[in-house]
């Protein structure tokens, strides 16, 4: 058993090989997995903190607020209204980029490893585990 030296998570596998398993089932569109791809994404990539650059922590913190407060479907409407944002046809807003913490926090209470359960991601109980990856998510960050 290995500790991730990021988020805390005990596990025989490590976080980027499990997050690649996952990656894999979201792509593949089917419930419970793909509509909570984005919600995924963001709780990994802010466990993570090497992932992160200036600013790119801002947005995964609104969407996993926009979950826990809102639900999958405003997590849904969250990620639709940034990817056509994104568009290249679209005019692109001025905004403020926010520094990142000093300090990215570690050692969280949920994981991936959690959400994995045996490393297989099963689908019972798959969208609880993702609410409660993405709580713990956001109680780290609070500090």
């Not at 980029?97 to 959690?114: L, Q, Y």
């Amino acid at each position: 058993m290995d500790t991730c030296a990021q988020c805390g998570a005990v596990s025989e596998t490590p976080c980027e090989e499990l997050f690649q398993q996952l990656l894999a089932l979201d792509h593949s569109r089917q419930e419970p997995w793909g509509p909570l791809h984005g919600v995924a994404v963001a709780c990994y990539r802010l466990q993570h903190p090497a992932s992160l650059t200036e600013g790119s922590h801002v947005f995964p913190l609104e969407l996993l607020r926009a979950y826990v407060e809102g639900g999958p479907e405003a997590a849904r409407r969250m990620t639709e209204h940034a990817r056509r944002a994104n568009s290249h046809r679209a005019r692109r807003p001025e905004h403020t980029v926010t520094a990142p913490r000093s300090e990215a926090p570690t050692g969280f209470a949920f994981t991936i490893a959690e959400v994995a359960v045996d490393g297989g991601f099963p689908a019972d109980g798959y969208p609880g585990r993702v609410r409660s990856w993405a709580e713990a998510t956001l109680a780290g960050w609070r500090g």
